[in-house]
Nanobody, 124 residues
Framework: QVQLVESGGGLVQAGDSLRLSCAAS????????MAWFRQAPGKEREFVAR????????YYADSVKGRFTISRDNAKNTVYLQMNSLKPEDTAVYYC?????????????????WGQGTQVTVSS
């Protein structure tokens, strides 16, 4: 099992930047893909970005492409989400997730471990 702890959320104004971190511990070698999801009030949890622990594969949701950057530090077992040009519609709880399987997926069902989430609030 992989344990995930997110940090870095907060209250910012539109146009500002934030960097989220996700520290993984436990059986980190068993996970292949790390992802960020988010859930706004009254909405379903949605995919934001994903990255492989090895190799260069990265994928973004259209809504964040060009503004958000996902990256990893394998030595620290940490995944980051750099969020620039934030918009009020980016307001949500952001969750880090780990997938043990080999599927390259943005589906919640394909992720096995989840963090507790970190709140991001963007004011207009």
């Amino acid at each position: 099992q992989v344990q995930l702890v997110e940090s870095g959320g907060g209250l910012v104004q539109a146009g500002d930047s934030l960097r989220l971190s996700c520290a993984a511990s436990g059986r980190t070698f068993s996970s292949n893909t790390m992802a960020w999801f988010r859930q706004a009030p009254g909405k379903e949890r949605e995919f934001v970005a994903r990255i492989r622990w090895t190799g260069g594969s990265i994928y973004y949701a259209d809504s964040v492409k060009g503004r958000f950057t996902i990256s990893r530090d394998n030595a620290k077992n940490t995944v980051y989400l750099q969020m620039n040009s934030l918009k009020p519609e980016d307001t949500a709880v952001y969750y880090c997730a780990a997938s043990y399987g080999s599927r390259w997926s943005g589906s919640r069902a394909d992720y096995d471990s989840w963090g507790q989430g970190t709140q991001v609030t963007v004011s207009s």
